[in-house]
């Protein structure tokens, strides 16, 4: 059973997320965004970025990619409202025709193991860990 986090930039919910991806030694979560009334998600976050002087670190404007660095106003939360906190931060990398995803980077443990036991499970059995 996936688990469906919110999304918010500045205060206003964007969109949601599975978070269904992972690296799990690293303490990282991210997954596809499904967007909530936002007609293009590269402008979106371009102008955001800019506006914010927050780095792209590549904007591709023909094939509508962009990745940014860490956006402070970029939070997740899971359902009871509990946010979903990384030390490094949360960013949005992604293409048009691919989506757009979050990633969060660095939750710590055990946090980690408690809210994602599902990505943590995985990694264990791609090196026979029982």
């Known amino acids: 059973m996936n688990k469906t ?7 206003l919910l964007i969109g949601t997320t599975e978070l269904e991806k992972a690296d799990a030694p690293m303490g990282v ?6 967007f909530n009334g936002i007609e293009s998600p590269y402008y979106f976050f371009k102008e ?3 506006k914010n002087k927050i780095i792209i670190n590549t904007d591709d404007l023909e094939f509508e990619f962009i990745d940014t660095q860490v956006m402070s106003e970029l939070k997740v939360f899971r359902q009871d409202g509990l946010e979903i906190k990384g030390v490094a931060g949360n960013a949005i990398t992604g293409m048009k025709d691919e989506g757009y995803e979050i990633s969060i980077l660095g939750i710590s443990y055990p946090f980690y193991e ?5 990505h943590v499970k995985e990694y264990e059995n791609m090196f026979g860990k029982e």
């Open 114 to 118: 408690e809210e994602f036991p599902h």
């Open 48 to 50: 955001y970025c800019l």
């Open 5 to 11: 986090y919110k999304i918010y930039l500045d205060g």
């Open 29 to 34: 979560a991210f997954g596809l965004i499904e």
